[in-house]
């Protein structure tokens, strides 16, 4: 399931195994371009687009949040010693 919003998906890297997240990472990874090329044809509103739209887009950001610690060689879906995502302000856009 791919999570709507900003926070969600930040709780759920932080708390999913490295492992895990280098799966869901590896597995979207050959098509995130081509995902791109197709929401590049789309108007810029994630709000006007009709639902498999909007959960295809919210994989995107899924996988944009779990490429930080895969690409950076992080040992855990977070930073240790970091300021404590519970604590974070999102905006709601």
């Known amino acids: ?21 280098r799966s869901f990472h590896d597995a979207v990874r050959p098509r995130i371009h081509d995902i791109i090329r197709y929401f590049n044809q789309l108007p810029n509103d994630p709000y006007a687009l009709a639902p498999p739209q909007r959960a ?5 950001e899924m996988f944009m949040e779990a490429a930080a610690p895969i690409d950076l060689g992080w040992s855990l879906g977070d930073i240790e010693d970091t300021f404590p995502t519970a604590r974070f302000e999102f ?3």
């Open 1 to 21: 399931m791919a999570l709507p919003t900003e926070r969600e998906r930040a709780v759920k890297r932080v708390e999913t195994e490295i492992g895990r997240l």
């Open 56 to 60: 295809l887009y919210d994989l995107a």
């Open 91 to 93: 905006l709601k856009i």
